[in-house]
Nanobody, 116 residues
Framework: QVQLVESGGGLVQAGGSLRLSCVAS????????RGWYRQAPGKQRELVAE???????NYADSVKGRFTISRDNAKNTVYLQMNSLKAEDTAVYYC??????????WGKGTLVTVSP
C-alpha cells in the first residue's frame, strides 16, 4: 500500500501560479503511474496530468500549456506546477498512484481556489 500526502493548495487570483506537491510513502517500488486528478463542486473527478515510471506524461486538454507535472524520485515526490490559473481550475486536487498490480491509492486532497 502507498500513502500519499498533498500540499500546496490555496487561494490565488486568476493568472497566478501554484505548485502542488505529493509525497509518497510505503510500497514505493510498486508505483507505475503517478498523477493528479481534480474534482470541482458538482462535477466528476477528472484526470489533470499523469507521469509514468518511464517518464511519459499525459495532460488534460484543458491544462495543456499551463500545467506541468514532474517528479523527484529521490524525494518520492511528484509536483504539479500550475500557471495562468483560471477560475475554472478551482477544485480539490487529488494525488494518485497506480501500482503495477492495478491498485489505486489516493491522497486526501488539497483545495485550490482561483478568484476571478
Amino acid at each position: 500500500q502507498v500513502q500519499l500526502v498533498e500540499s500546496g493548495g490555496g487561494l490565488v487570483q486568476a493568472g497566478g501560479s501554484l505548485r502542488l506537491s505529493c509525497v509518497a510513502s510505503g510500497s514505493i517500488t510498486s508505483i507505475d503511474v503517478r498523477g493528479w486528478y481534480r474534482q470541482a463542486p458538482g462535477k466528476q473527478r477528472e484526470l489533470v496530468a499523469e507521469i509514468t515510471s518511464g517518464g511519459r506524461m499525459n495532460y488534460a486538454d484543458s491544462v495543456k500549456g499551463r500545467f506541468t507535472i514532474s517528479r523527484d524520485n529521490a524525494k518520492n515526490t511528484v509536483y504539479l506546477q500550475m500557471n495562468s490559473l483560471k477560475a475554472e481550475d478551482t477544485a480539490v486536487y487529488y494525488c494518485n498512484v497506480l501500482a503495477w498490480n492495478g491498485v489505486n491509492s489516493w491522497g486526501k486532497g488539497t483545495l485550490v481556489t482561483v478568484s476571478p
